[in-house]
């Protein structure tokens, strides 16, 4: 049986993504070229899609490290 990634319903645009962390687009996009966002890409040459739960730990991740 072969297993396939589940791909949620509703995924994040890029510019979603920003305002959710209130940032820029080009920082979302930095943060997913560098690793810190994973990104859903159907092909290649698609563009950027991010899913909620990914988004939510960033922003936990960014609420721990700002306490500290």
Not at 1 to 28: G, I, N
């Amino acid at each position: 049986m072969r297993e396939t990634a589940t791909v949620p319903k509703r995924l994040l645009t890029a510019r979603e993504v920003a305002e959710r962390l209130s940032v820029s687009v080009f920082t979302v996009r930095g943060f997913a070229e560098r690793g810190v966002l994973p990104v859903v890409r159907f092909t290649p040459a698609s563009r950027m899609r991010f899913r909620p739960e990914d988004v939510g730990e960033l922003v936990e991740l960014s609420r721990a490290n700002a306490s500290e």
